[in-house]
């Protein structure tokens, strides 16, 4: 394992200030994101709208990293640019998500496990080959009265860790994402002790496979009460109940934690960021920034809704979003902002 080359693509996408851009949908995923908005569910709709984004003006100005689906990284540009090269023009480094999504934990009703294990190491050295020097994996896990169960949290954490090591192995930066899902009336209280004992087993596990914690990203969830919970919090509670669930559970030697944004409004999720880093930022020995799909995409995405006459104002949007979790990683975003 080269550590040094692992640490030194770590802490570029952890680069003060930048985040990461998760554009790395699923075929069906995608299709689930373009069909209420009636964009033809076609490859070639799928290119154009990651073209708008590769070639947002100014995207990276606060976007250190973009993580790729496989069918984006060998797509190109109207006037025949691969995405890649225009990514790395703009300065971001090209990622890809590695995981092949998730199926039932059979035996396990309402549970899942991610799959893609099998030939992961040679896809893996393609992958780095092909400049791509970090990766995602995915780990989905649900809170219900009887979920999540602990064999479902051993078995994520242990995919999880089996998939850094290997990425580790080819010189790639795994990203770590071990997702406990919004999905519920669930207490923030709840959806706290489920992601400590969560981050506690991928941990464990990490250690286990021989990973170097200096050389990852977590990408966990913020600690939030269910979507259908009476009680919503605040930010600051949320807040609250996140560093402090890191705190206790993910080592300093990891260099950073971006969050997925799981379905919150992404004015929310901006927000929230915000008052971690304004109550918490010297406390935290680990950088704290963004690796949002929905909350950076989703507005974009609306406005152009596969109309190539809305391309330029749906790329201000992106950018812009990708601009106020840039000012919300300093601590200094203001609703008010949103206006502006
Ligand atoms: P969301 O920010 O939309 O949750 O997506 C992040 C992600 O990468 C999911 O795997």
């Not at 569910?41 to 100005?61: C, D, F, H, N, S």
């Not at 170097?212 to 977590?218: R, V």
Request: aromatic share 8%; net charge negative.
């Amino acid at each position: 394992m080269n550590l040094a080359e692992l640490k030194n693509t770590a802490s570029r996408l952890m680069a003060p200030d930048k985040g990461l851009l998760a554009m790395d949908e699923s075929i069906p995923t995608a299709n689930k994101r373009f069909e209420p908005l009636g964009i033809p569910l076609t490859e070639e709709y799928r290119r154009k709208y990651r073209q708008l984004i590769v070639t947002a003006p100014g995207l990276g100005e606060y976007i250190s990293g973009a993580i790729l689906f496989d069918e984006t990284v060998h797509q190109k540009t109207d006037d025949g640019c691969l995405f890649l090269d225009v990514l790395k023009e703009q300065g971001i480094i090209p990622g890809i998500k590695v995981d092949e999504g998730t199926v039932p934990f059979d035996g396990f009703p309402g549970e899942t496990i991610t799959e893609g294990l099998d030939k992961l190491s040679e896809r893996l050295k393609v992958y780095h080959q092909q400049g791509l020097l970090f990766a995602k994996w995915r780990g989905v896990i649900s809170i219900t009265d009887k979920t999540p169960t602990t064999a479902a949290i051993k078995a994520n954490a242990f995919t999880l860790a089996r998939y850094a090591a290997l990425c580790q192995q080819a010189g790639i930066v795994p990203i770590v994402e071990p997702e406990v899902l919004m999905d519920g009336d669930h207490s923030l209280q709840r959806c706290l002790e489920v992601t400590t004992e969560v981050l506690h087993a991928v941990f464990n596990a990490l250690y286990e496979q021989k990973v170097a914690f200096e050389g990852m990203i977590l990408k966990p969830n913020m600690v939030l009460p269910g979507l259908k919970a009476a009680d919503q919090s605040n930010a600051k509670e949320i807040a609250d109940a996140t560093v402090n669930c890191f705190l206790r559970t993910v080592p300093a030697a990891v260099p950073g934690i971006a969050f997925l944004s799981g379905g919150q409004e992404a004015e929310l999720a901006t927000e929230r960021l915000n008052a971690m880093h304004q109550q918490y930022d010297n406390v935290m020995p680990w950088a704290l920034t963004f690796s949002f799909s929905r909350a950076i995409q989703q507005p974009a995405l609306d406005k152009w809704a596969g109309n190539d006459a809305n391309v330029a104002e749906a790329q201000r949007l992106l950018v812009n979003r990708a601009r106020l979790n840039n000012i919300a990683r300093r601590g200094e975003y203001t609703p008010d902002m949103e206006n502006e």
